[in-house]
C-alpha cells in the first residue's frame, strides 16, 4: 500500500491552498462570507480553476487532497454537498442527455445542485420513505438540505413502486431555511405536486445512491482531518505563547498531554481517512468495500474529532468559546462534518453487520 | 496512491504464509494463540527454524544475516508471523543487543556474538532499568570501574524479563561517575551471568508468574574486549534500542489475533451482539494502528525511527490491554479462574516498558509538538 502523492496531485494542492488561503485569508473573513448570503465566496474561483469539475475527470485521490484543503480553512463552499454528491450522482445516474445538459454548466459554477435525501425524525438510512413519486410530481418532506435556497437544482431521493429513484427538480417547492451551527444553511423542502423528472431511467437507485453517499462520507473524512490538523496546530500555538501565572501554558505538563494525545488521534484518524480514499480510489474496490471503508473512516471522524475539537477549546480556556476567534468554528465544523456523514451507532451498526465476514480486518488487498 | 500490494509483494506474503503456518510447529503456535506461557526450549526451538530459513533477524545488516527488504516487507513479515502464532524472534536477541552490536561494535565482537545472537543460542537479558532508575533511565548507578584489563562491576538490575533463562545480559553500567551529565560516563557492557558474583532473584508479579527477575552484581569481574563501541558512549546507544524497541511494541498481528479470537468466542456463547460494538470500535482503532504502522514504515530513514513511533508506542499499548480486556469479559464468570484475567493483568505491563506511555507523551510534547 502506497499513501503517497505524485507531483501532479501536489500542485494540485499548492493551487487549492493559494486560492482558498487568499478567499479566506482570516477567520474574520470567512465569517463575514457565511454571514452574506449566500454564505460562501470562494465558488467562480474554484471553478475557475477547474477544482468543481475534479469529480467528473479526477479520481478520489485529487477530490480528497481539495476536501483537506478547503477543510483546513474551513472554506464554507459545498464542494462535497454539491459537486462530490450531487454532481456525482448526476454523472452516476443521469442520462447521456442529462449529463450533457448539467455537468459542464455544475463544472463551471453556472448550475448549482443540491441532494436533498434526508427526511424529517430519521438517521442517515439511504432509502427515501416520506417523499415520493407518482405521476410525474414529488410530495413530502425533505431535512436539512444544505444550502436548498441557494441551489438551482435539486437532485431528490423519493420513495416509488419500484424502490427508491432519483428525481430533478427546480421549482415548485418550499425551503425553509435555517441556519447551521457551523455557519452554512439548511432547510425544509417541501414538496406538494411538484413537477420533477426522473434522473436517468428513472428505476431503482440504491445502489448509487449507497454509494454516493459513501464516496461524499470519505471525501468529508478529508475535510474534518484538514480542520482537525489546523484545530491542533492553533490549539499548541495557542499554549507556547499564552501567559498564566507568569508563564506561558506550556509549562505546565497537564496541558501538554492532553496536545500530545490529540496529535495521537490526529495520526491515527489520519491513516484511516488516507486509507479509505485508497480504497475508493481502487477500480477493484467493491461497492461495499467502499461503503465499509466509508463507515471506517466516519467512525474516526466523529471520535478523533470530537476528540480534537472539543479539546481545542478547553485548552484555548474562554477565548475557544468567542465567535471572534478561529478555533471555535473549526469545533463547530468538525461536529457538523459528523452529522453530515452519520454518527458513531450509526456506522457501528453498519460494520456490525458485517463483523462475521472476516476473520481480521486487512486493510491491504 | 495504492491499495493493492505488488504481485511481488503478495508472492512474499503467500511465501511468508506458507514458511510460518507449515515449518514452525503447530504445537507451539497454538501455546501462543492460547496465550499461553512457552518454555525456554520452545523459544529456541522456534528461532532456529526461523533463523535457519534467514528469517529471525531481517532487520540486521544483510552480511550478519540481515535482508534487504523493504519497510512493507518487513511489516508482511512481521505481521504474518503473528497472525501465524509464531513466536516473535526474542526481543533482547534480535531488536535489542544484536542492531546495537552490529551498529557499534568492533569487528571482534561481531564475530563473538552475532551468530549465536541470532539463533538464540545465547539468550540474552537486558540490564538497563534499576530500582531508582525507571523511566528516569540515565540516573542508573552500577558501577564498572576499569582494573588493568577488567571492569569491576558492583550494583542491581531490576525488571529483567526471563532473566531467569539468560546466558548473558548486556548492561548499561556507569564508567565515569564524575561525568557532568548523568547521561555522560555511561557504558555498554556484556556480561556472562556465569560469571562468579551475579545473582539472579525471581520477582512474582501480580498475574502470579515470574517473568521478571532483580539481578546483582557483586564485584564481578568483566574483560574490557565484553565493552560494545566507546567507553561512556552507552547512552547512545541505549536510545538507538529504544527507539527500535519502540517500532516493535505496536504488536499489530498479535492484536488482531486475539480480537478475532474474541469475536469467535462472543460467536459460540451467542454473545456476538452484545459485544459487536466493542468489537467494531477495536478493529477500527486497529485499523488506524496498522495503516499509521504503513505510513510510519514508508517514512522512515534507515535505522532511525519515525518520531510519530510514539504514537504506535501508546496506542499500540493500549489496544493490546483493550483487546485483552475484551477476551476477559467474554469469558463471564469463568474469568475468575481463567488464564484471560491473568493476561490482562499482566498486560499492565505493556503501557509502562519500552519508554513508559507518560514518557511517550513527552516525547510527543516536546519533539512533535515543541511544547
Redesign the interface.
Known amino acids: ?5 505524485d507531483s501532479e496531485q501536489r500542485d494540485l494542492v499548492a493551487a487549492v491552498r493559494g486560492l482558498v488561503t487568499k478567499v479566506y485569508d482570516s477567520s474574520e473573513t470567512r465569517r463575514a462570507a457565511t454571514n452574506a448570503e449566500p454564505g460562501f465566496t470562494a465558488w467562480e474561483r474554484l471553478a475557475e480553476m477547474g477544482v468543481l469539475s475534479l469529480p467528473f475527470e479526477a479520481t478520489p ?1 485529487e477530490v480528497s487532497l481539495v476536501a483537506e484543503e478547503l477543510g483546513k480553512v474551513i472554506a464554507p463552499d459545498p464542494f462535497v454537498e454539491s459537486i462530490v454528491l450531487a454532481g456525482g450522482l448526476i454523472e452516476a445516474v443521469g442520462s447521456d442527455e442529462q449529463k450533457e445538459e448539467y455537468l459542464d454548466a455544475i463544472a463551471g459554477g453556472e448550475i448549482l445542485p443540491v441532494f436533498a435525501w434526508a427526511e424529517p425524525g430519521r438517521d442517515w438510512a439511504a432509502d427515501a420513505a416520506s417523499v415520493t413519486f407518482s405521476d410525474g410530481t414529488l410530495s413530502g418532506t425533505k431535512a436539512s438540505v444544505i444550502h436548498a435556497e441557494r441551489a438551482d437544482l435539486l437532485v431528490v431521493s423519493a420513495a416509488t413502486d419500484a424502490g427508491t429513484g432519483l428525481f430533478l427538480v427546480t421549482e415548485g417547492y418550499t425551503a425553509e431555511t435555517e441556519r447551521t451551527h457551523d455557519g452554512s444553511r439548511a432547510a425544509t423542502v417541501t414538496f406538494d405536486g411538484t413537477p420533477a423528472v426522473p434522473l436517468g431511467a428513472g428505476g431503482d437507485e440504491s445502489a448509487a445512491i449507497a454509494r454516493a453517499l459513501d464516496l461524499a462520507r470519505i471525501a468529508y473524512g478529508h475535510e474534518a482531518l484538514g480542520a482537525m490538523q489546523v484545530a491542533l496546530d492553533t490549539t ?1 500555538g495557542y ?2 505563547t499564552r501567559k498564566q501565572f507568569g508563564v506561558t501554558l ?1 509549562t505546565f ?1 497537564a496541558l ?2 492532553r ?3 490529540l ?2 488521534s490526529l ?6 481517512i ?2 479509505a ?3 475508493a ?2 477500480e ?2 467493491s461497492d461495499a468495500d467502499i461503503a465499509a471503508a466509508a463507515s ?1 473512516s466516519a ?2 471522524v466523529n471520535r478523533a474529532g470530537r476528540h480534537i475539537a472539543l479539546d481545542a477549546i478547553q485548552l484555548h480556556g474562554g477565548i475557544g468559546m468567542t465567535a471572534e476567534y478561529s478555533v471555535g468554528h473549526y469545533a463547530s465544523r468538525i461536529i457538523a462534518i459528523g452529522q453530515l456523514v452519520g454518527d458513531e451507532a450509526f456506522h ?1 451498526d453498519r ?2 453487520a458485517t ?2 465476514e472476516h ?3 486487512d ?3 | 496512491m495504492r491499495l493493492q500490494l505488488s504481485p511481488e509483494d503478495q508472492a512474499f506474503r503467500e511465501e511468508m504464509r506458507e514458511f510460518f503456518t507449515t515449518q514452525v510447529p503447530e504445537r507451539i503456535r497454538s501455546k501462543v494463540i492460547a496465550r499461553e506461557e512457552l518454555s525456554k526450549e520452545e523459544w529456541v526451538e522456534s528461532q532456529q527454524v526461523l533463523n535457519a530459513a534467514g528469517l529471525a533477524v531481517p532487520g540486521w545488516p544483510v552480511e550478519w544475516g540481515g535482508k534487504d527488504w523493504t519497510q512493507l516487507q518487513r511489516h508482511i513479515w512481521h505481521e504474518e508471523m503473528q497472525l501465524a502464532g509464531v513466536p516473535q524472534p526474542l526481543a533482547f536477541n534480535a531488536s535489542m543487543v544484536g542492531p546495537v552490536i552490529a551498529n557499534f561494535g568492533s569487528q571482534e565482537i561481531k564475530e563473538r556474538f552475532l551468530a549465536k545472537t541470532a539463533n538464540l543460542d545465547i539468550w540474552w537479558a537486558q540490564g538497563f532499568s534499576e530500582p531508582d532508575a525507571g523511566s528516569d533511565l540515565a540516573s542508573l548507578r552500577t558501577t564498572a570501574i576499569r582494573e588493568g584489563d577488567e571492569y569491576v562491576v558492583n550494583g542491581q538490575k531490576t525488571w529483567t524479563t526471563l532473566g531467569q533463562y539468560g546466558d548473558w545480559i548486556f548492561m548499561l553500567v556507569r564508567t565515569d561517575p564524575k561525568a557532568e551529565k548523568k547521561q555522560q560516563g555511561i557504558s555498554f557492557l556484556l556480561i556472562d551471568m556465569t560469571t562468579p558474583g551475579v545473582t539472579v532473584r525471581p520477582i512474582q508479579l501480580i498475574d502470579g508468574g515470574f517473568e521478571v527477575n532483580e539481578v546483582f552484581f557483586e564485584n564481578v569481574r568483566v574483560p574490557v574486549e565484553n565493552l560494545v563501541g566507546e567507553e561512556n558512549k552507552g547512552w547512545t546507544y541505549a536510545k538507538f534500542l529504544l527507539g527500535n524497541e519502540r517500532v516493535g511494541i505496536a504488536q499489530v498481528g498479535a492484536s488482531k489475533r486475539n480480537l478475532a479470537t474474541a469475536k469467535e468466542r462472543a460467536k459460540e456463547r451467542g454473545l456476538l451482539e452484545r459485544y459487536a460494538g466493542r468489537i467494531v470500535g477495536l478493529e477500527n482503532e486497529l485499523l488506524a494502528l496498522e495503516t499509521t504502522a504503513l505510513r510510519v514504515a514508508a517514512h522512515s530513514d534507515a535505522g532511525k525511527p519515525h518520531p510519530a513511533s510514539s504514537v504506535l508506542k501508546i496506542k499500540g499499548s493500549q489496544l493490546t490491554q483493550a483487546v485483552s480486556e475484551l477476551l476477559m469479559d467474554i469469558e463471564g464468570p469463568a474469568a475468575l479462574t481463567s488464564r484471560d484475567a491473568r493476561v490482562f493483568l499482566n498486560n499492565r505491563k505493556v503501557s509502562i516498558y519500552g519508554g513508559s506511555n507518560e514518557v511517550q507523551r513527552t516525547i510527543i510534547a516536546g519533539t512533535i509538538l515543541g511544547l
Open positions: 500500500m502506497d499513501f503517497t502523492i485521490a499548541v499554549l507556547k506550556n505538563q501538554n498531554f496536545a500530545a494525545d496529535y495521537v495520526e491515527l484518524a489520519r491513516s484511516v488516507t486509507w480514499t485508497v480504497v480510489a481502487d477493484n474496490s471506517q467512525l474516526q457501528t460494520l456490525a463483523l462475521t476473520d481480521v480486518l486493510p491491504i488487498g
